[in-house]
Every structure is written in C-alpha cells, then in structure tokens.
Nanobody, 126 residues
Framework: QVQLVESGGGSVQAGGSLRLSCAASGRTFSSYVMGWFRQAPGKEREFVAGISASGSTTSYTDPVKGRFTISRDNAKNTVYLQMNSLKSEDTAVYYC???????????????????WGQGTQVTVSS
C-alpha cells in the first residue's frame, strides 16, 4: 500500500526547468516501479517516464528524451522528475504512479500502475 503526493509544479517560461517530487508513504516503496504520467486538457493521460525499483532501469517517452530525467531516492521514499528545456507542449497535470515490480520493464502501461497521486500542474509559457 502506497500513498503518493506530488509537488514542485508551477509556471515556467519555455526553456526553463522544474523538478517534480513525489513523496511516498509506504513500507514497500523500494520494491515498486515508479512512473510519471501527464495529462493535458482535452487529451488522454500519457506516459512520461518510469524507473525500476532499484533505479537501475529507466524509460522515457520520445518527446521528453534528452530533456527529462527520472530518479529516485529509496532512502527518502521519493521519486523525482527533473524537467529541463521545457516547451509549451509539456503543459499538463503531472501524476506520480506506483506499481509492483513484476514485469518491471513494462513501464509505459497506465493500467499496470495501482497507486496514483493527485497530480501537480505544470504550465509552460511560450
């Protein structure tokens, strides 16, 4: 059982940076695959980045590769999303999600994630 709380969202100009944090409350955080998803107005929620329980494996959607970095600190029960070179199309509500590590390499499938945060708004102005 994991509870997730995102923070770090806000408004930023295009080209700027933000770092999102997701704090987890749960005894088994270190055993969970963690992911970041986002949903823009009028669009379906999409996968952004994922990270294995140990942090050794990561996955990114193509539009953010080279700009975003997912990381985790299991000692702090926290996963991060460093977002650089932000673009207007990055504007969305960003959600943190967690699931067990079975088939950990399948990080992009939304329905595989059991626990979700409430989301944090990221707005990028052109």
């Amino acid at each position: 059982q994991v509870q997730l709380v995102e923070s770090g969202g806000g408004s930023v100009q295009a080209g700027g940076s933000l770092r999102l944090s997701c704090a987890a409350s749960g005894r088994t955080f270190s055993s969970y695959v963690m992911g970041w998803f986002r949903q823009a107005p009028g669009k379906e929620r999409e996968f952004v980045a994922g990270i294995s329980a140990s942090g050794s494996t990561t996955s990114y959607t193509d539009p953010v590769k080279g700009r975003f970095t997912i990381s985790r600190d299991n000692a702090k029960n926290t996963v991060y999303l460093q977002m650089n070179s932000l673009k207007s199309e990055d504007t969305a509500v960003y959600y943190c999600a967690a699931r067990g590590s079975r088939d950990y390499y399948i990080m992009r499938t939304e329905n595989r994630y059991e626990y979700w945060g409430q989301g944090t708004q990221v707005t990028v102005s052109s």
